[in-house]
């Protein structure tokens, strides 16, 4: 036989499961799709600024999965510029040019706020 006791009280997770069930996050979601172009935009490496003025977000929606979506538009002959100074890229010589993490970093913030603001 199993049994459980509990004292306390559930209201934190009922207020959570509320505020789920009403989707009152969700109408959050567009803050936080601005805020990441804000800082993709801010931590992109700029030459001639185009690639940091080519980020969007898009949110998707369905019915077991919300989610923000950043993209960025700056593409040349097929290939993402952001992928290219993200990891790297050879070059048209032989040489290399070294990738920089600054998508994550940059990000990671927006997904803070959004983990605080959830819980």
């Given at each position: ?8 009280s ?8 509320d ?101």
């Open positions: 036989m199993i049994t459980f006791k509990q004292k306390g559930f209201k934190n997770i009922e207020r959570f499961l505020k789920m069930q009403k989707k009152e996050f969700f109408q959050r979601l567009n803050q936080y799709g601005k805020r990441g172009v804000d800082a993709l935009s801010a931590a992109t490496p700029i030459d001639s600024g185009k690639t940091a003025s080519s980020w969007n977000y898009e949110i998707h929606r369905s019915k077991d999965l919300v989610e923000i979506v950043w993209t960025n538009s700056n593409v040349n002959d097929g290939v993402p510029i952001v992928i290219l100074l993200q990891y790297g890229h050879a070059t048209g010589n032989g040489g290399y040019v070294q990738g920089y993490d600054f998508i994550n970093p940059a990000i990671r913030a927006i997904f803070d706020e959004i983990e605080k603001d959830l819980w």
